[in-house]
Structure formats: structure tokens, C-alpha cells
């Protein structure tokens, strides 16, 4: 993508999403900018159109055939294709109904089950289901304001013994960071420990656009249902 368009993109995701936050409402903008690019992923600041290469090398160390798998936000779906390939029952869901869309057209073959969900009101039957979950960068998406809301969502859906993904930029103190995107901090991603969550590895992560921003794959273990 060129960098001018980036730049416009840029400029048009956070006049949307602080004029959405204004009406407290944190993730209508999002089916804004996949509507509005009608089918175009040029038009989509986050879209790369492949699985997330610390996704990929992952997926080289593991056996997921058969484990069911939850992709939250997933955008356009390459990750979600991924798991699948690999094996796995994979659910995929988006609040953006576009997005979903999106991803119905691109793999009509596909077994991924994409669904329009909004992960702060999912079904309670999800709650401690799933063996694997993966999210790239939809916490980061979402305000600080909601963040322990976000994170608790997310938390409750892994069974125990299961594996949870997060790719995210991440920031150095616990104090207001700018965005969108909102880097992630140490103190947020500590609520995971009251839901039986460990860190297994983290896996720092250099996009070639944005060098100088710090992100990873962080790989946690849910051992328990509460802190253990
Ligand atoms: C920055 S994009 C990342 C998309 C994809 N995961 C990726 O890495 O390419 C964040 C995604 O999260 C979705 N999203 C935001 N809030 C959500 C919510 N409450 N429930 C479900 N999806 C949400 C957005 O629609 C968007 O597709």
C-alpha cells in the first residue's frame, strides 16, 4: 500500500472512530471502513490479505487437527483460512456484518464457519468451549475505557488446558496512549492471571511499515478456570 494511502487511512480511522467514541459507541466505525472500500482491501488500513506470519510459524510447531478454534475479529479471514487448513473447527467472527460478507465472498469453499458477533455480547453456550482462540489486533482496536470489559470477554471463552493467541502492539507504562490503534500494557494483559491464564511465550514481532512499533504473538496456557 502506498505510504500517501496509508497516511489517508490513517487520518480517516481516527476521525471516524472519535466521532463514533463521542456517542459512546466504540465499534460502529469499523463496518464504515469495510462497507465504504467496497471490496477493495487497499481500503483496508489493517487488511494484509495473509495470515499473520507469527500465526504462520506458530502453526509449524503444533498439531491443531480436529481442535475447535475461535478467531475474535477476524477481519478478512486470512487467519481464520489458515487454522482451518491446518486442520482445525474454526468459528470466525466480526461486529463488522461487511467484514463477514467480505470473507463469505472470498472463501466460498470454506469451512470456517463466519459469523457477525459482537464479542461483548456473544452467547453464553461459548463461555470455556474452545481449545484454541486467536485475536490479532482487536483489543488494540478498542478504547482503554473498555478494555477490562474486552479482555474478560475474550478470557472466558478458552476451555482449560487451552491455548490463547494475542498479536498486539504493546506500550511500556500503564499511562493513556494514543490511538487508534490503543497499544496494549503489562497491567492490562495481567487481568488474564485471575482467569487461570500463563504466559508460555512471546514472540516480538517487527512489521517492515512500522519498525519502531513495538508488537508481538504472546502464546498463554489457560491451566485453570480462576487464578490457580
Ligand atoms: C484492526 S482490525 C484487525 C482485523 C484482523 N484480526 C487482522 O488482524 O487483520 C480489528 C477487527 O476487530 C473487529 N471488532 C472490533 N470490535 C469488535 C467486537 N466487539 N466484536 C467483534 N469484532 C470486533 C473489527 O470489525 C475489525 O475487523
Redesign the pocket.
Known amino acids: 500500500m502506498q505510504e500517501e494511502n496509508l497516511n489517508k487511512l490513517r487520518q480517516k480511522v481516527q476521525t471516524l472512530a472519535l466521532r463514533h467514541q463521542k456517542k459512546d459507541d466504540?465499534?460502529g466505525w469499523?463496518?464504515v471502513?469495510?462497507s465504504d472500500a467496497v471490496g477493495n482491501s487497499e481500503q483496508v488500513?489493517?487488511?494484509?490479505m495473509q495470515p499473520?506470519p507469527c500465526l504462520e510459524n506458530w502453526l509449524e510447531t503444533v498439531d491443531i487437527t480436529n481442535k475447535t478454534a475461535l478467531?475474535?475479529?477476524?477481519?478478512?479471514g486470512?487467519?481464520s483460512e489458515i487454522l482451518a487448513e491446518k486442520g482445525a473447527k474454526v468459528t470466525a467472527?466480526?461486529?463488522?456484518p461487511s467484514?463477514i460478507e467480505w470473507c463469505q465472498k472470498r472463501f466460498k469453499n470454506s469451512s470456517v464457519n463466519y459469523l457477525v458477533?459482537?464479542?461483548?455480547?456473544l452467547d453464553s453456550s461459548w463461555k470455556n468451549s474452545f481449545d484454541l482462540i486467536f485475536?490479532?489486533?482487536?483489543i488494540?482496536?478498542?478504547p482503554l475505557k473498555i478494555r477490562k470489559e474486552?479482555i474478560t470477554?475474550i478470557a472466558t471463552l478458552l476451555k482449560p488446558g487451552g491455548t490463547l493467541l494475542i498479536?498486539t502492539r504493546l506500550r511500556e507504562t500503564e499511562d493513556d496512549p494514543d490511538g487508534?490503534?490503543w497499544a496494549v500494557s503489562e497491567g492490562e494483559l495481567s487481568q488474564l492471571c485471575n482467569y487461570g491464564y500463563q504466559e508460555i511465550a512471546r514472540t516480538p514481532y517487527i512489521d517492515a511499515n512500522n519498525p519502531s512499533i513495538q508488537q508481538a504473538l504472546i502464546e498463554y496456557q489457560r491451566t485453570s478456570l480462576t487464578r490457580g
Open positions: 466504540y465499534t469499523f463496518d471502513i469495510y488500513p489493517w487488511a494484509k499473520h478467531v475474535i475479529g477476524c477481519g478478512l486470512d487467519d467472527f466480526d461486529i463488522a467484514s458477533a459482537d464479542l461483548l455480547n485475536e490479532s489486533r482487536t488494540q482496536a478498542l474486552v470477554a498479536v487508534p490503534p
